[in-house]
């Protein structure tokens, strides 16, 4: 069985501040982990993702997440957030065995202030 | 070129009524996925198919029915519908269950609201 936790269904940020986005998981086996983004109105797009090595991974429009087993975390950042980077982030996780069937929380939302 | 295209985006539709939502992908990709998200944005899987096979298949009324005709194809048709059923409707396909990569590719939604 697998579940993802994320804290904060709101995250307020000033343009150019960091971006903190949080997530934990719990998975049986080793996961997959993932962050998309949905902008409004449209479908959900891949920000990043671990499978296995690097435990810090980068993604799209400067994003990065890193793994943390003994944390069970895989909390994603942005060093400075711009406005078009308001959106919802689903963090989601999936068993290697089964890698399609993913789990998604249950979303965070984004805002960012001039 | 969209990767993952559904047809309509938008439906509006009395209660009782019988709909269905298409789905293709040009990814060749073997499995795809319908996901419900709510009002309140949480994302649900309800089906997957891999190869027109049924590989999942969530705790879903019967008055939806998938159809996969070939693995590019997954339709969701729905039967009698309900109130609850309002929601945006997400086709998303993947690479085969075991791939090693996971990811999926969603197409733009299939909002449907009943009236």
């Known amino acids: 069985a697998q579940s993802v936790t994320q804290l904060g269904s709101h995250v307020s940020v000033s343009e150019g501040a960091l971006v903190l986005l949080r997530c934990n998981y719990s998975s049986s086996v080793p996961p997959y982990l993932f962050w998309y983004v949905q902008y409004p109105n449209q479908g959900l797009q891949l920000l990043l993702k671990?499978?296995?090595?690097?435990?810090l991974v980068k993604g799209i429009n400067g994003f990065e997440a890193e793994f943390k087993k003994s944390e069970t975390s895989f909390h994603l950042t942005k060093p400075s957030a711009h406005m078009s980077d308001a959106a919802e982030y689903f963090c989601?996780?999936?068993?290697?065995?089964?890698?399609?069937?993913?789990?998604f929380g249950d979303g965070t939302t984004l805002t960012v202030k001039p | 070129d969209t990767a993952v295209s559904q047809t309509p985006k938008y439906l509006v539709t009395q209660m009782g009524n019988d709909k269905s939502i298409k789905c293709e992908q040009n990814?060749?990709?073997?499995?795809m996925y319908w996901y419900k998200q709510d009002s309140k944005k949480f994302l649900k899987i309800m089906f997957s198919y891999n190869n027109k096979e049924l590989i999942i298949n969530e705790t879903v009324p019967n008055r939806f029915s998938p159809k996969s005709p070939d693995k590019a194809h997954l339709n969701l048709h729905i039967n009698s519908l309900e109130l609850g059923d309002s929601a945006v409707y997400f086709c998303?396909?993947?690479?085969?269950?075991?791939?090693?990569?996971?990811?999926?590719?969603f197409g733009e939604g299939s909002r449907l609201t009943v009236l």
């Open positions: 998303a396909s993947s690479h085969g269950p075991r791939s090693n990569t996971g990811e999926l590719f």
């Open positions: 671990y499978t296995t090595g690097a435990t």
């Open positions: 990814l060749g990709h073997d499995t």
């Open positions: 989601a996780v999936s068993e290697r065995a089964n890698a399609g069937k993913s789990t």
